[in-house]
């Protein structure tokens, strides 16, 4: 198994570029979320799906958005760039939402805004 | 909104030295779990808290969830550098989703 892949593992965009970040998990769980990581922020939930077919906003939704393509796949999408966005992505996934259980993390991706 | 606080934010200790991070809810939990990221890593799952005054350990790793399922405490004895890295809690908040504390990135001074 797999588990949680994430593409790509780098990318620089310019401002207003758009990009999607692919993810996807092996381990045939339902709830799969999107975090970034900024230095000394900790990591920030921007979107969560507890099933296939719902989405939901996190913390901090704004300048994204999200696609729940089937139980496997979870992408995330930037519109429009801002270096604001410039941080780690992580995907996870966990078997179900609420009550407790394990997330598994992807590898991340390190994006930079220009 | 929902938070969890997280103490040290940073600390730096001989190689050998215990250590002890903390979080802090202003809400009761449904349950914490700990994380540890390894530099240029992801972040990977330790151990879940669920009842009200758990102790849990892994090897000279000791976890604590309070009685009042509102603060967690996550203490190493005798580091190694093996230790290195940022470790997290995460509360839940009895819906569908973690809240991750800011983390404490641990340094081992050999």
């Known amino acids: 198994n797999a588990g949680v892949t994430q593409t790509p593992k780098f990318q620089v965009l310019k401002t207003g570029q758009s990009m999607t970040l692919q993810c996807a998990q092996d381990?045939?769980?339902?709830?799969m979320y999107w975090y970034r990581q900024d230095p000394g922020m900790g990591l920030r939930l921007i979107y969560y799906?507890?099933?296939?077919?719902?989405?939901d906003k996190g913390e901090v939704p704004n300048g994204y958005n999200v696609s729940r393509l089937n139980k496997r796949e979870f992408s995330l999408r930037l519109e429009s760039a801002a270096p604001s966005q410039t941080s780690v992505y992580f995907c996870a996934s966990r078997r179900t939402a609420g009550g407790g259980g394990t997330q598994y993390f992807g590898p991340g991706t390190r994006l930079t805004v220009l | 909104g929902q938070q969890v606080m997280q103490i040290p934010q940073y600390q730096h200790v001989q190689e050998g030295e215990d250590f002890t991070t903390y979080c802090n809810s202003s809400?009761?939990?449904?349950?914490i779990q700990w994380y540890k990221q390894r530099p240029g890593g992801h972040p990977v799952f330790l151990i879940q808290l669920v009842k009200s005054g758990e102790v849990k350990k892994q090897k000279r790793l000791t976890f604590q969830f309070g009685e009042a399922k509102k603060n967690s405490s996550l203490h190493i004895t005798a580091t190694q550098t093996t230790d290195v890295g940022t470790y997290f809690c995460a509360g839940e908040f009895g819906n569908e989703k973690l809240t991750f504390g800011t983390g404490t990135r641990l340094t081992i001074i050999p």
């Open positions: 381990m045939n769980h339902n709830s």
């Open positions: 799906s507890a099933s296939e077919g719902t989405t």
């Open positions: 809400t009761t939990l449904s349950n």
